[in-house]
């Protein structure tokens, strides 16, 4: 594989690119070319060739710090890229300001890490497969997980103290309950809003991190403020890129999804009621670590 440009590494997902060209030469893989494209309010995907797909959260529906400017596609745009390598669409859009141009650029690095997340790959690099957060978690922690997801229920009752930070309003998450007296769930958690990520995470003991840090540009300043946690983890369909670079920047375990079936999620795409269901169809989970326990 030849590959013509090289930049100076500064954002996480510049040095995703650097990481991949790397592996690709070193192991003389064909580079995929783009095929399609799927937008969703919810996802971007880019579909390639040699089985190679890849998304990433588009910000469109769920956070209303964006608004059209920042996620809005450009059609035209992106028509331009098809049959072009899917380095080429990462290069030109991971370091966009924009929202809708970054998640681009990382479902592109997301389908080109495609090859490197499976567990013979992972394994023969010495990573750790199979990992599991919960069965790491102490009764004394104080975790945090950034990002609130369907996980966060999961943790209840695991550690001493359960915080979730989140851009989208704290009421957005509370459930009020009308009986005798009035109280406020969800019970056993408290929401905070991303303003006071710094102060949450300065004492985590472990930190969950949602894979749209990448997406929105704030990746490297949340793992900062997590940088004491014993545990720092990314997860979501977001952080599929290529492990070796997470694990370089502050996070020791990777929790996301890869594309089991490529046709069948590109068919999907195209039919299923949203990219939600095409995801879950078609999407085989993998936690790997870097992490000595």
């Known amino acids: 594989m030849t590959v013509d440009y090289e930049i100076k590494s500064q954002t996480i997902l510049e040095k995703g690119y650097d990481v991949l060209v790397h592996e690709y030469q070193r192991l003389d893989l064909p580079v995929s070319k783009v095929k399609n494209f799927g937008l969703n309010p919810g996802w971007n995907a880019v579909i390639g060739t040699n089985g190679c797909c890849g998304v990433a959260l588009s910000f469109q529906d769920n956070n209303p710090l964006y608004d059209t400017e920042q996620t809005d596609q450009d059609i035209r745009y992106l028509r331009s890229f098809i049959g072009r390598s899917l380095f080429k669409v990462a290069r030109e859009n991971l370091s966009d300001p924009r929202v809708s141009r970054r ?33 790491l978690v102490r009764e004394d922690d104080k975790l945090v997980i950034v990002g609130y997801g369907g996980m966060v229920k999961s943790y209840v009752g695991r550690c001493r103290e359960l915080h979730v930070t989140d851009q989208r309003p704290v009421e957005s998450f509370r459930t009020t309950i009308i009986g005798e007296e009035i109280w406020y769930g969800p019970a056993g958690i408290t929401v905070h809003p991303a303003e ?11 930190a969950i991190i949602t894979g749209s840090t990448l997406v929105n540009g704030t990746f490297e300043e949340v793992t900062g403020y997590a940088k004491n946690a014993r545990i720092r983890a990314l997860y979501g369909s977001s952080a599929q890129l290529i492990p070796d670079v997470l694990f370089e920047n502050g996070i020791n375990i990777a929790m996301s999804v890869a594309i089991s079936d490529p046709e069948k999620f590109e068919s999907d795409v195209m039919n299923a009621p949203d990219m939600e269901t095409a995801l879950r169809r078609h999407q085989r989970k993998y936690n790997v670590g870097n992490l000595v326990y």
Do not use: C
Request: proline share 2%; charged share 25%.
């Open 103 to 135: 998640s681009i650029g990382l479902a592109a690095l997301n389908a080109l890490s495609q090859p490197f997340v499976t567990d013979e790959m992972l394994q023969e690099k010495g990573y750790s497969v199979g990992v599991e957060v919960k069965d």
């Open 196 to 206: 006071e990520n710094r102060e949450v995470l300065a004492d985590a003991d472990v």
